[in-house]
Protein backbone atom coordinates (compact mmCIF):
# COMPACT_ATOMS: atom_id res chain seq x y z
CA UNK A 1 0.00 0.00 0.00
CA UNK A 2 1.38 3.10 -1.19
CA UNK A 3 0.11 6.52 -2.33
CA UNK A 4 2.04 7.67 -4.88
CA UNK A 5 1.91 10.58 -7.77
CA UNK A 6 1.68 9.93 -11.45
CA UNK A 7 2.04 11.74 -14.77
CA UNK A 8 -0.62 9.80 -16.84
CA UNK A 9 -1.16 9.94 -20.40
CA UNK A 10 -3.44 9.15 -23.10
CA UNK A 11 -2.73 7.69 -26.62
CA UNK A 12 -5.62 7.58 -29.11
CA UNK A 13 -3.79 5.21 -31.46
CA UNK A 14 -1.68 1.94 -31.00
CA UNK A 15 0.83 3.42 -33.72
CA UNK A 16 1.73 6.59 -31.59
CA UNK A 17 1.51 4.44 -28.22
CA UNK A 18 4.99 2.09 -29.39
CA UNK A 19 7.14 5.01 -29.84
CA UNK A 20 5.91 6.77 -27.10
CA UNK A 21 6.86 4.00 -24.40
CA UNK A 22 10.29 3.72 -26.35
CA UNK A 23 10.72 6.80 -25.10
CA UNK A 24 9.58 7.28 -22.62
CA UNK A 25 11.93 4.22 -21.10
CA UNK A 26 15.08 5.74 -23.34
CA UNK A 27 14.58 9.53 -21.22
CA UNK A 28 14.61 7.24 -17.83
CA UNK A 29 11.54 7.94 -16.74
CA UNK A 30 9.72 5.18 -14.22
CA UNK A 31 7.41 3.34 -16.24
CA UNK A 32 4.55 2.44 -14.08
CA UNK A 33 2.02 0.47 -16.02
CA UNK A 34 -0.11 0.79 -20.13
CA UNK A 35 -3.56 0.21 -19.53
CA UNK A 36 -5.15 -0.70 -22.91
CA UNK A 37 -8.69 -2.14 -24.40
CA UNK A 38 -7.28 -5.00 -25.61
CA UNK A 39 -4.34 -7.14 -25.62
CA UNK A 40 -1.37 -5.07 -28.02
CA UNK A 41 1.06 -7.70 -29.07
CA UNK A 42 4.85 -6.75 -28.46
CA UNK A 43 3.46 -4.43 -26.03
CA UNK A 44 5.23 -6.36 -23.35
CA UNK A 45 8.56 -6.39 -25.17
CA UNK A 46 8.33 -2.34 -25.32
CA UNK A 47 8.03 -2.21 -21.98
CA UNK A 48 10.65 -4.11 -20.94
CA UNK A 49 9.18 -7.33 -19.19
CA UNK A 50 10.94 -10.14 -19.68
CA UNK A 51 9.55 -13.66 -20.12
CA UNK A 52 6.92 -14.93 -17.17
CA UNK A 53 8.01 -17.67 -15.34
CA UNK A 54 4.18 -18.49 -14.74
CA UNK A 55 5.14 -21.73 -16.13
CA UNK A 56 7.45 -23.16 -13.46
CA UNK A 57 5.09 -22.05 -10.83
CA UNK A 58 2.71 -24.52 -13.33
CA UNK A 59 5.05 -27.21 -13.05
CA UNK A 60 5.59 -27.17 -9.15
CA UNK A 61 2.08 -27.14 -8.23
CA UNK A 62 1.53 -29.88 -10.89
CA UNK A 63 4.00 -31.75 -9.18
CA UNK A 64 2.19 -31.18 -5.95
CA UNK A 65 -0.73 -32.35 -7.70
CA UNK A 66 0.48 -35.89 -8.77
CA UNK A 67 2.69 -36.46 -5.84
CA UNK A 68 -0.71 -35.47 -3.00
CA UNK A 69 -2.99 -38.29 -5.58
CA UNK A 70 -0.13 -41.08 -5.49
CA UNK A 71 0.46 -40.64 -1.69
CA UNK A 72 -3.07 -39.92 -0.79
CA UNK A 73 -4.22 -43.22 -2.32
CA UNK A 74 -1.41 -45.12 -1.81
CA UNK A 75 -2.08 -44.61 2.32
CA UNK A 76 -5.59 -44.78 1.95
CA UNK A 77 -5.11 -48.42 0.17
CA UNK A 78 -2.33 -49.76 1.66
CA UNK A 79 -2.87 -48.86 5.47
CA UNK A 80 -5.88 -46.80 6.08
CA UNK A 81 -8.90 -48.72 4.07
CA UNK A 82 -7.57 -51.61 2.46
CA UNK A 83 -10.14 -53.54 0.12
CA UNK A 84 -9.77 -56.36 -2.14
CA UNK A 85 -11.19 -55.14 -5.65
CA UNK A 86 -11.57 -57.33 -7.67
CA UNK A 87 -8.60 -59.71 -6.93
CA UNK A 88 -5.88 -56.74 -7.82
CA UNK A 89 -2.93 -55.93 -5.37
CA UNK A 90 -3.62 -53.27 -3.09
CA UNK A 91 -1.12 -51.17 -4.55
CA UNK A 92 -2.02 -51.37 -8.31
CA UNK A 93 -0.59 -48.34 -9.96
CA UNK A 94 -2.59 -48.59 -13.54
CA UNK A 95 -5.65 -47.50 -11.15
CA UNK A 96 -4.34 -44.63 -9.72
CA UNK A 97 -2.87 -42.99 -12.95
CA UNK A 98 -6.49 -41.51 -14.46
CA UNK A 99 -6.85 -40.23 -10.71
CA UNK A 100 -3.18 -38.89 -10.58
CA UNK A 101 -3.59 -37.34 -13.99
CA UNK A 102 -6.95 -35.36 -12.65
CA UNK A 103 -5.28 -33.98 -9.51
CA UNK A 104 -2.10 -32.83 -11.31
CA UNK A 105 -4.03 -30.79 -14.00
CA UNK A 106 -6.46 -29.66 -11.49
CA UNK A 107 -3.45 -28.62 -8.92
CA UNK A 108 -1.65 -26.67 -12.10
CA UNK A 109 -4.66 -24.92 -13.82
CA UNK A 110 -6.11 -23.94 -10.06
CA UNK A 111 -2.84 -22.62 -8.84
CA UNK A 112 -1.64 -21.01 -12.10
CA UNK A 113 -5.23 -18.89 -12.39
CA UNK A 114 -4.20 -17.82 -9.00
CA UNK A 115 -0.71 -17.13 -9.75
CA UNK A 116 -2.10 -14.96 -12.61
CA UNK A 117 -4.36 -12.85 -10.44
CA UNK A 118 -2.09 -12.24 -8.26
CA UNK A 119 0.76 -11.32 -10.44
CA UNK A 120 -1.90 -8.84 -12.18
CA UNK A 121 -3.25 -7.53 -9.40
CA UNK A 122 -7.17 -8.83 -10.44
CA UNK A 123 -9.22 -10.62 -7.84
CA UNK A 124 -13.05 -10.76 -7.82
CA UNK A 125 -13.81 -7.79 -5.14
CA UNK A 126 -10.32 -6.11 -5.52
CA UNK A 127 -10.16 -3.06 -6.56
CA UNK A 128 -7.36 -0.98 -8.26
CA UNK A 129 -7.03 2.94 -9.49
CA UNK A 130 -8.47 3.60 -12.51
CA UNK A 131 -6.40 6.20 -14.08
CA UNK A 132 -8.90 7.15 -16.73
CA UNK A 133 -12.57 5.82 -17.67
CA UNK A 134 -11.61 5.44 -21.28
CA UNK A 135 -8.62 3.06 -21.01
CA UNK A 136 -11.49 -0.22 -20.89
CA UNK A 137 -13.05 2.34 -23.96
CA UNK A 138 -10.48 3.44 -26.73
CA UNK A 139 -7.69 5.21 -25.19
CA UNK A 140 -4.28 3.53 -23.96
CA UNK A 141 -3.68 5.10 -20.95
CA UNK A 142 0.65 5.17 -20.22
CA UNK A 143 1.53 5.87 -16.29
CA UNK A 144 4.42 7.39 -14.87
CA UNK A 145 5.80 7.18 -11.45
CA UNK A 146 6.91 10.56 -10.37
CA UNK A 147 8.68 11.43 -7.04
CA UNK A 148 9.38 14.65 -4.57
CA UNK A 149 12.21 15.89 -7.17
CA UNK A 150 10.12 16.56 -10.25
CA UNK A 151 9.40 18.41 -12.41
CA UNK A 152 6.06 17.84 -13.14
CA UNK A 153 5.17 20.83 -16.23
CA UNK A 154 8.73 19.62 -17.44
CA UNK A 155 6.78 15.64 -17.99
CA UNK A 156 3.43 16.35 -19.09
CA UNK A 157 5.15 18.56 -21.88
CA UNK A 158 7.52 15.72 -22.71
CA UNK A 159 4.10 13.59 -22.95
CA UNK A 160 2.51 15.85 -25.28
CA UNK A 161 5.02 16.03 -27.24
CA UNK A 162 4.99 12.24 -27.82
CA UNK A 163 1.82 12.25 -29.05
CA UNK A 164 -0.55 12.32 -25.97
CA UNK A 165 -4.16 13.47 -26.41
CA UNK A 166 -4.60 13.91 -22.91
CA UNK A 167 -2.79 14.63 -19.68
CA UNK A 168 -3.06 14.62 -16.36
CA UNK A 169 -1.11 14.39 -13.04
CA UNK A 170 -2.75 12.17 -10.07
CA UNK A 171 -1.93 11.17 -6.46
CA UNK A 172 -3.18 7.33 -6.50
CA UNK A 173 -2.93 4.07 -4.67
CA UNK A 174 -0.34 1.99 -6.61
CA UNK A 175 -1.32 -1.41 -5.55
CA UNK A 176 -4.67 -3.10 -5.50
CA UNK A 177 -6.61 -3.29 -2.36
CA UNK A 178 -9.60 -4.70 -1.33
CA UNK A 179 -12.75 -2.80 0.01
CA UNK A 180 -14.91 -0.17 -1.31
CA UNK A 181 -14.47 2.66 -3.79
CA UNK A 182 -14.98 5.19 -1.54
CA UNK A 183 -12.01 4.56 -0.37
CA UNK A 184 -9.76 5.78 -2.93
CA UNK A 185 -11.58 9.13 -2.19
CA UNK A 186 -9.78 8.80 1.09
CA UNK A 187 -6.49 8.37 -0.86
CA UNK A 188 -6.38 11.18 -3.28
CA UNK A 189 -7.44 13.66 -0.28
CA UNK A 190 -4.71 12.44 1.63
CA UNK B 1 19.22 -17.40 -55.06
CA UNK B 2 18.81 -19.47 -51.84
CA UNK B 3 14.93 -20.75 -52.91
CA UNK B 4 16.40 -23.83 -54.66
CA UNK B 5 17.91 -26.79 -53.30
CA UNK B 6 20.40 -29.04 -54.48
CA UNK B 7 21.17 -32.44 -52.98
CA UNK B 8 25.04 -32.34 -51.40
CA UNK B 9 26.62 -34.92 -52.86
CA UNK B 10 27.52 -36.18 -48.92
CA UNK B 11 23.73 -36.27 -48.64
CA UNK B 12 23.32 -38.48 -51.64
CA UNK B 13 25.95 -40.69 -50.84
CA UNK B 14 24.84 -41.17 -47.18
CA UNK B 15 21.73 -41.42 -48.23
CA UNK B 16 22.27 -44.14 -51.46
CA UNK B 17 24.29 -45.96 -49.38
CA UNK B 18 21.66 -46.46 -46.71
CA UNK B 19 19.39 -48.14 -49.53
CA UNK B 20 22.54 -50.37 -50.61
CA UNK B 21 23.27 -51.73 -47.12
CA UNK B 22 19.17 -52.73 -47.06
CA UNK B 23 19.46 -54.16 -50.48
CA UNK B 24 22.47 -56.04 -49.30
CA UNK B 25 20.74 -57.04 -45.97
CA UNK B 26 17.57 -57.93 -47.67
CA UNK B 27 19.75 -60.56 -50.29
CA UNK B 28 21.60 -61.95 -47.04
CA UNK B 29 18.34 -62.17 -45.29
CA UNK B 30 16.94 -63.74 -48.50
CA UNK B 31 19.64 -66.28 -48.57
CA UNK B 32 20.00 -67.52 -44.82
CA UNK B 33 16.72 -66.70 -43.40
CA UNK B 34 14.38 -67.84 -46.00
CA UNK B 35 16.60 -71.31 -46.05
CA UNK B 36 16.11 -71.66 -41.90
CA UNK B 37 13.65 -72.90 -40.06
CA UNK B 38 9.90 -71.63 -39.74
CA UNK B 39 10.68 -69.01 -37.44
CA UNK B 40 13.63 -67.42 -39.76
CA UNK B 41 11.47 -67.75 -42.40
CA UNK B 42 8.56 -65.80 -40.56
CA UNK B 43 11.09 -63.36 -39.26
CA UNK B 44 12.53 -62.40 -43.09
CA UNK B 45 8.27 -61.86 -43.92
CA UNK B 46 7.66 -59.77 -40.72
CA UNK B 47 10.86 -57.27 -40.58
CA UNK B 48 9.41 -56.26 -44.05
CA UNK B 49 5.78 -56.04 -42.59
CA UNK B 50 7.27 -54.26 -39.84
CA UNK B 51 9.35 -51.79 -42.01
CA UNK B 52 7.12 -50.98 -44.79
CA UNK B 53 3.95 -50.61 -42.89
CA UNK B 54 6.13 -48.07 -40.44
CA UNK B 55 7.50 -46.13 -42.96
CA UNK B 56 4.30 -46.05 -45.22
CA UNK B 57 2.74 -44.44 -42.22
CA UNK B 58 4.67 -42.15 -41.16
CA UNK B 59 4.76 -40.33 -44.88
CA UNK B 60 1.09 -40.70 -45.10
CA UNK B 61 0.61 -38.79 -42.13
CA UNK B 62 2.13 -35.80 -43.77
CA UNK B 63 -0.72 -35.83 -46.21
CA UNK B 64 -2.65 -35.72 -43.48
CA UNK B 65 -0.99 -32.38 -41.34
CA UNK B 66 -1.15 -30.59 -44.51
CA UNK B 67 -5.07 -31.47 -45.23
CA UNK B 68 -5.49 -30.34 -41.39
CA UNK B 69 -3.35 -27.19 -41.60
CA UNK B 70 -4.91 -26.04 -44.85
CA UNK B 71 -8.61 -26.74 -42.96
CA UNK B 72 -7.49 -24.79 -40.27
CA UNK B 73 -6.30 -22.79 -42.42
CA UNK B 74 -3.10 -22.39 -40.57
CA UNK B 75 0.05 -20.19 -41.92
CA UNK B 76 2.67 -21.41 -39.39
CA UNK B 77 3.76 -24.35 -41.49
CA UNK B 78 3.48 -22.69 -44.95
CA UNK B 79 7.28 -21.42 -44.14
CA UNK B 80 8.56 -24.73 -44.70
CA UNK B 81 5.41 -26.61 -46.36
CA UNK B 82 7.58 -27.46 -49.18
CA UNK B 83 8.69 -30.72 -46.91
CA UNK B 84 5.25 -32.18 -45.86
CA UNK B 85 4.68 -32.19 -49.48
CA UNK B 86 7.97 -33.58 -50.75
CA UNK B 87 6.84 -36.20 -47.91
CA UNK B 88 3.34 -36.49 -49.06
CA UNK B 89 4.57 -36.80 -52.45
CA UNK B 90 6.38 -39.89 -51.97
CA UNK B 91 3.41 -41.52 -50.46
CA UNK B 92 3.32 -43.86 -53.70
CA UNK B 93 6.84 -45.14 -53.45
CA UNK B 94 6.39 -46.36 -49.75
CA UNK B 95 2.74 -47.68 -50.75
CA UNK B 96 3.99 -49.07 -53.61
CA UNK B 97 6.42 -51.11 -51.62
CA UNK B 98 4.10 -51.90 -48.90
CA UNK B 99 1.72 -53.47 -50.80
CA UNK B 100 4.60 -55.72 -52.22
CA UNK B 101 5.13 -56.72 -49.02
CA UNK B 102 1.56 -57.00 -47.53
CA UNK B 103 0.26 -58.75 -50.57
CA UNK B 104 3.60 -60.90 -50.61
CA UNK B 105 3.03 -62.13 -46.99
CA UNK B 106 -0.45 -62.55 -47.40
CA UNK B 107 -0.80 -64.72 -49.93
CA UNK B 108 2.86 -65.62 -51.05
CA UNK B 109 4.02 -66.73 -47.65
CA UNK B 110 3.00 -70.25 -46.54
CA UNK B 111 4.51 -72.82 -44.63
CA UNK B 112 2.62 -76.12 -44.16
CA UNK B 113 -0.78 -74.81 -45.77
CA UNK B 114 -0.48 -72.18 -43.29
CA UNK B 115 0.36 -68.28 -43.04
CA UNK B 116 1.81 -67.85 -39.88
CA UNK B 117 1.66 -64.55 -39.94
CA UNK B 118 -2.19 -63.78 -41.18
CA UNK B 119 -3.74 -66.50 -39.28
CA UNK B 120 -7.15 -65.62 -40.81
CA UNK B 121 -5.65 -66.63 -44.21
CA UNK B 122 -6.26 -69.99 -43.13
CA UNK B 123 -8.61 -70.67 -40.37
CA UNK B 124 -8.42 -74.24 -41.05
CA UNK B 125 -11.70 -74.52 -38.32
CA UNK B 126 -11.14 -72.04 -35.88
CA UNK B 127 -14.08 -70.72 -34.65
CA UNK B 128 -13.09 -67.63 -33.89
CA UNK B 129 -11.57 -66.52 -36.90
CA UNK B 130 -14.41 -68.04 -38.99
CA UNK B 131 -16.51 -65.18 -37.18
CA UNK B 132 -14.27 -62.36 -38.27
CA UNK B 133 -14.11 -63.67 -41.72
CA UNK B 134 -16.68 -61.49 -43.25
CA UNK B 135 -13.72 -58.74 -42.39
CA UNK B 136 -11.01 -60.48 -42.26
CA UNK B 137 -10.65 -62.75 -45.66
CA UNK B 138 -8.68 -62.69 -48.99
CA UNK B 139 -10.72 -60.45 -50.80
CA UNK B 140 -11.23 -57.42 -48.36
CA UNK B 141 -7.53 -57.49 -47.58
CA UNK B 142 -6.36 -56.90 -50.99
CA UNK B 143 -9.22 -54.40 -51.49
CA UNK B 144 -8.37 -52.01 -48.67
CA UNK B 145 -4.97 -51.97 -49.13
CA UNK B 146 -5.13 -51.55 -52.72
CA UNK B 147 -7.97 -48.65 -52.39
CA UNK B 148 -5.82 -47.24 -48.98
CA UNK B 149 -2.35 -46.72 -51.20
CA UNK B 150 -4.03 -45.32 -54.31
CA UNK B 151 -5.92 -42.89 -52.07
CA UNK B 152 -2.77 -41.90 -50.07
CA UNK B 153 -0.62 -41.63 -53.18
CA UNK B 154 -3.12 -39.67 -54.97
CA UNK B 155 -3.83 -36.81 -52.48
CA UNK B 156 -0.02 -36.71 -51.90
CA UNK B 157 0.62 -35.96 -55.47
CA UNK B 158 -2.70 -33.65 -55.61
CA UNK B 159 -1.69 -31.88 -52.57
CA UNK B 160 1.94 -30.73 -53.56
CA UNK B 161 0.54 -30.31 -57.65
CA UNK B 162 -2.14 -27.48 -56.24
CA UNK B 163 0.38 -25.62 -54.57
CA UNK B 164 2.68 -25.77 -56.73
CA UNK B 165 0.21 -24.77 -59.32
CA UNK B 166 -0.51 -21.70 -56.95
CA UNK B 167 3.26 -20.65 -57.41
CA UNK B 168 2.30 -19.29 -61.55
CA UNK B 169 -1.04 -18.80 -60.40
CA UNK B 170 -2.04 -14.58 -61.09
CA UNK B 171 -1.35 -12.53 -58.06
CA UNK B 172 -3.82 -12.50 -55.31
CA UNK B 173 -5.42 -15.27 -56.34
CA UNK B 174 -7.28 -17.69 -53.84
CA UNK B 175 -8.79 -20.10 -55.83
CA UNK B 176 -6.55 -22.32 -55.74
CA UNK B 177 -6.51 -21.76 -52.02
CA UNK B 178 -9.82 -22.31 -51.23
CA UNK B 179 -9.63 -25.63 -54.05
CA UNK B 180 -6.65 -27.22 -51.71
CA UNK B 181 -9.31 -26.38 -48.80
CA UNK B 182 -12.02 -28.42 -50.52
CA UNK B 183 -9.53 -31.14 -51.11
CA UNK B 184 -8.32 -31.39 -47.85
CA UNK B 185 -12.18 -31.59 -46.62
CA UNK B 186 -12.08 -34.92 -48.95
CA UNK B 187 -8.73 -36.12 -47.76
CA UNK B 188 -9.62 -36.16 -43.75
CA UNK B 189 -12.76 -38.44 -44.27
CA UNK B 190 -10.12 -40.39 -46.25
CA UNK B 191 -8.13 -40.79 -43.29
CA UNK B 192 -10.45 -40.97 -41.16
CA UNK B 193 -11.96 -44.26 -42.50
CA UNK B 194 -8.58 -45.80 -43.43
CA UNK B 195 -5.54 -44.96 -41.00
CA UNK B 196 -7.94 -43.89 -38.02
CA UNK B 197 -10.48 -46.78 -38.48
CA UNK B 198 -9.94 -49.90 -40.58
CA UNK B 199 -6.65 -50.09 -42.02
CA UNK B 200 -4.56 -50.67 -38.90
CA UNK B 201 -7.12 -53.46 -38.20
CA UNK B 202 -6.27 -55.01 -41.72
CA UNK B 203 -2.39 -54.51 -41.71
CA UNK B 204 -1.40 -54.86 -37.75
CA UNK B 205 -3.95 -55.76 -35.40
CA UNK B 206 -4.63 -59.31 -37.83
CA UNK B 207 -1.34 -60.46 -36.64
CA UNK B 208 -2.50 -61.26 -33.60
CA UNK B 209 -6.10 -62.25 -35.25
CA UNK B 210 -7.42 -63.85 -32.17
CA UNK B 211 -7.46 -60.33 -30.38
CA UNK B 212 -8.98 -57.14 -30.87
CA UNK B 213 -8.60 -53.89 -29.33
CA UNK B 214 -11.34 -50.70 -30.45
CA UNK B 215 -8.13 -48.43 -29.76
CA UNK B 216 -5.87 -49.54 -31.81
CA UNK B 217 -5.64 -47.34 -35.00
CA UNK B 218 -5.92 -44.88 -32.70
CA UNK B 219 -2.97 -46.01 -31.00
CA UNK B 220 -1.31 -46.71 -34.57
CA UNK B 221 -2.06 -42.95 -35.44
CA UNK B 222 -0.31 -41.35 -32.37
CA UNK B 223 2.52 -43.13 -33.36
CA UNK B 224 3.00 -42.16 -37.14
CA UNK B 225 1.79 -38.86 -35.96
CA UNK B 226 4.21 -37.71 -33.73
CA UNK B 227 7.02 -39.64 -35.70
CA UNK B 228 5.66 -37.84 -39.00
CA UNK B 229 6.26 -34.50 -36.75
CA UNK B 230 10.20 -35.77 -36.56
CA UNK B 231 10.88 -36.39 -39.84
CA UNK B 232 9.57 -32.93 -41.03
CA UNK B 233 11.38 -31.38 -37.87
CA UNK B 234 14.68 -32.96 -39.38
CA UNK B 235 13.89 -32.26 -42.59
CA UNK B 236 13.61 -28.69 -41.51
CA UNK B 237 16.30 -28.37 -39.46
CA UNK B 238 18.64 -30.23 -41.95
CA UNK B 239 17.85 -27.60 -44.77
CA UNK B 240 18.24 -24.64 -42.40
CA UNK B 241 21.77 -25.93 -41.72
CA UNK B 242 22.30 -25.81 -45.43
CA UNK B 243 21.00 -22.15 -45.20
CA UNK B 244 18.01 -22.70 -47.18
CA UNK B 245 14.67 -21.92 -45.63
CA UNK B 246 15.72 -18.64 -44.47
CA UNK B 247 12.41 -17.88 -43.55
CA UNK B 248 11.90 -20.22 -41.14
CA UNK B 249 12.48 -19.38 -37.69
CA UNK B 250 12.97 -20.59 -34.35
CA UNK B 251 8.96 -19.79 -33.52
CA UNK B 252 8.61 -22.41 -36.66
CA UNK B 253 10.45 -25.19 -35.00
CA UNK B 254 9.33 -24.33 -31.59
CA UNK B 255 6.08 -24.92 -32.85
CA UNK B 256 6.93 -28.37 -34.54
CA UNK B 257 8.83 -29.18 -30.61
CA UNK B 258 5.00 -28.15 -28.83
CA UNK B 259 3.65 -31.30 -31.61
CA UNK B 260 6.27 -33.71 -31.07
CA UNK B 261 5.69 -32.91 -27.19
CA UNK B 262 1.97 -32.58 -27.41
CA UNK B 263 1.38 -35.81 -29.59
CA UNK B 264 4.02 -38.17 -27.35
CA UNK B 265 1.97 -37.54 -24.41
CA UNK B 266 -1.33 -38.29 -26.84
CA UNK B 267 0.56 -41.52 -27.85
CA UNK B 268 0.81 -42.25 -23.70
CA UNK B 269 -2.83 -41.52 -23.13
CA UNK B 270 -3.94 -44.03 -25.90
CA UNK B 271 -1.27 -46.46 -25.11
CA UNK B 272 -2.39 -46.65 -21.49
CA UNK B 273 -5.91 -46.48 -21.91
CA UNK B 274 -5.98 -49.46 -24.17
CA UNK B 275 -4.10 -51.00 -21.72
CA UNK B 276 -5.58 -50.33 -18.45
CA UNK B 277 -8.84 -50.81 -19.56
CA UNK B 278 -7.77 -54.41 -20.36
CA UNK B 279 -5.95 -54.91 -17.27
CA UNK B 280 -8.69 -53.95 -15.24
CA UNK B 281 -11.55 -55.85 -16.72
CA UNK B 282 -8.66 -58.94 -16.50
CA UNK B 283 -10.78 -61.01 -19.71
CA UNK B 284 -8.17 -64.09 -20.52
CA UNK B 285 -9.08 -63.41 -24.39
CA UNK B 286 -7.64 -60.00 -23.92
CA UNK B 287 -4.72 -59.83 -21.43
CA UNK B 288 -2.82 -62.67 -23.36
CA UNK B 289 -1.90 -59.47 -25.94
CA UNK B 290 0.25 -57.83 -22.98
CA UNK B 291 0.96 -61.56 -21.15
CA UNK B 292 3.48 -61.91 -24.08
CA UNK B 293 4.70 -58.42 -24.15
CA UNK B 294 4.86 -57.18 -20.85
CA UNK B 295 5.39 -60.13 -18.69
CA UNK B 296 7.04 -62.47 -21.43
CA UNK B 297 9.99 -62.40 -24.02
CA UNK B 298 9.44 -59.18 -24.82
CA UNK B 299 9.33 -56.91 -21.44
CA UNK B 300 12.68 -55.44 -22.07
CA UNK B 301 11.23 -53.20 -25.01
CA UNK B 302 7.99 -53.02 -23.78
CA UNK B 303 9.29 -50.74 -21.02
CA UNK B 304 12.19 -49.29 -23.21
CA UNK B 305 9.27 -48.24 -25.53
CA UNK B 306 7.51 -46.80 -22.93
CA UNK B 307 10.75 -44.54 -21.49
CA UNK B 308 11.42 -43.27 -24.99
CA UNK B 309 8.34 -42.70 -25.99
CA UNK B 310 6.93 -40.86 -23.47
CA UNK B 311 9.62 -40.01 -19.99
CA UNK B 312 12.13 -38.56 -22.10
CA UNK B 313 10.05 -36.51 -24.23
CA UNK B 314 7.64 -34.97 -21.08
CA UNK B 315 11.43 -34.68 -19.18
CA UNK B 316 13.41 -33.19 -22.49
CA UNK B 317 10.55 -31.42 -24.27
CA UNK B 318 8.58 -29.97 -21.36
CA UNK B 319 10.81 -26.71 -21.21
CA UNK B 320 10.51 -24.16 -23.34
CA UNK B 321 14.29 -23.31 -24.28
CA UNK B 322 15.01 -26.84 -25.00
CA UNK B 323 12.01 -26.75 -27.58
CA UNK B 324 13.51 -23.61 -29.61
CA UNK B 325 17.07 -25.75 -29.24
CA UNK B 326 18.23 -26.56 -32.47
CA UNK B 327 20.08 -30.04 -31.18
CA UNK B 328 17.64 -30.84 -28.77
CA UNK B 329 14.62 -30.96 -30.77
CA UNK B 330 16.95 -33.28 -33.66
CA UNK B 331 18.41 -35.17 -30.87
CA UNK B 332 14.57 -35.95 -30.14
CA UNK B 333 13.47 -36.48 -33.30
CA UNK B 334 15.45 -38.88 -34.03
CA UNK B 335 14.76 -41.06 -30.45
CA UNK B 336 11.05 -40.08 -31.50
CA UNK B 337 11.29 -42.09 -34.46
CA UNK B 338 13.47 -44.67 -33.02
CA UNK B 339 10.85 -45.37 -30.24
CA UNK B 340 7.99 -45.37 -32.57
CA UNK B 341 9.72 -48.04 -34.52
CA UNK B 342 10.55 -49.87 -31.92
CA UNK B 343 6.83 -49.55 -30.81
CA UNK B 344 5.63 -51.29 -33.89
CA UNK B 345 7.75 -53.62 -33.40
CA UNK B 346 6.66 -54.94 -30.54
CA UNK B 347 3.24 -54.62 -32.07
CA UNK B 348 4.25 -56.99 -35.30
CA UNK B 349 6.86 -59.54 -33.77
CA UNK B 350 5.20 -61.14 -30.35
CA UNK B 351 2.30 -62.65 -32.77
CA UNK B 352 3.93 -64.92 -35.09
CA UNK B 353 7.63 -65.09 -33.32
CA UNK B 354 6.57 -66.03 -29.85
CA UNK B 355 10.26 -66.08 -27.86
CA UNK B 356 12.43 -66.09 -31.20
CA UNK B 357 12.46 -62.52 -31.45
CA UNK B 358 15.88 -61.28 -32.74
CA UNK B 359 16.75 -57.31 -32.83
CA UNK B 360 19.74 -57.50 -34.86
CA UNK B 361 21.49 -57.11 -38.46
CA UNK B 362 18.38 -57.98 -40.05
CA UNK B 363 16.39 -55.69 -38.39
CA UNK B 364 18.37 -52.19 -38.77
CA UNK B 365 19.66 -53.23 -42.13
CA UNK B 366 16.15 -53.13 -43.20
CA UNK B 367 15.32 -50.26 -41.29
CA UNK B 368 18.14 -48.55 -42.75
CA UNK B 369 17.50 -49.30 -46.24
CA UNK B 370 14.05 -47.81 -45.63
CA UNK B 371 15.31 -44.34 -43.82
CA UNK B 372 17.72 -44.28 -46.70
CA UNK B 373 14.93 -44.48 -49.45
CA UNK B 374 13.22 -42.06 -47.32
CA UNK B 375 15.96 -39.61 -47.18
CA UNK B 376 16.58 -39.72 -50.91
CA UNK B 377 13.60 -39.72 -52.12
CA UNK B 378 12.37 -36.67 -49.88
CA UNK B 379 15.01 -34.69 -50.95
CA UNK B 380 15.25 -36.03 -54.82
CA UNK B 381 11.67 -34.26 -54.59
CA UNK B 382 12.44 -31.36 -52.89
CA UNK B 383 15.05 -30.19 -55.61
CA UNK B 384 12.41 -29.66 -57.91
CA UNK B 385 10.78 -27.03 -57.08
CA UNK B 386 11.37 -23.31 -54.83
CA UNK B 387 11.49 -24.11 -51.21
CA UNK B 388 9.71 -20.92 -50.32
CA UNK B 389 5.96 -21.18 -51.49
CA UNK B 390 5.74 -18.04 -53.40
CA UNK B 391 2.35 -16.10 -54.08
CA UNK B 392 0.84 -18.53 -51.23
CA UNK B 393 -1.61 -16.19 -49.82
CA UNK B 394 -0.81 -17.07 -46.10
CA UNK B 395 3.08 -15.97 -46.81
CA UNK B 396 3.31 -12.67 -44.84
CA UNK B 397 1.85 -14.48 -42.23
CA UNK B 398 3.99 -16.86 -41.72
CA UNK B 399 6.92 -14.93 -41.98
CA UNK B 400 6.08 -12.85 -39.40
CA UNK B 401 4.25 -15.60 -37.28
CA UNK B 402 5.36 -15.99 -33.37
CA UNK B 403 4.46 -19.40 -31.91
Known amino acids: ?190 | MNERFEMPARLRNTSLALIAVGILVLIIGGVTLLGGDEYEKTRFWLVLLHNSVFFLLITAVSVFIQAAASLAQGGWIVAYKRVPEAIGANVWLFGLIAIAVLFGVAFGFKIDGHNPIYHWMTPHGDKVLEGKSAFLNPTMFAGFTIVTIALWAFFGRKFRALSIAQESAPKNSTKIYWAMVKWSGGFLLVYALTQMSTTPWMWLMSIDAHWYSTMFSWYTFASAFVSGMSVILLFVVYLKNQGKLEIVGKEHVHDLGKFMFAFSIFWTYVWFAQYMLIWYSNMPEETTYFKMRQHGPYSMIWYAVFIINFIMPILILMARPSKRNYFTVCFMAMVIIFGHWLDFYIITMPGPLKEHWHLSWYEMGIFAGFAGLLIFSVSKTLTKSSLVPHNNPLLKETIIHLS
Open chain 1, 1 to 190: MAIKKFAVACYDDEAVLFPAVKSVRHSGYKLHDVYTPFAVHGLDVAMGHKETDLHVAGFIYGITGTSTAVGFMSWIFTSDWPINYGGKPHWSLPAFIPITFELTVLFAAVGMVLTFCYLNQIMPGVKKHVFHPRQSDDYFVMAIELNDHTNEQEVLNFLKGTGAVETSVQTAESEWWYGRWDKKEAYELA
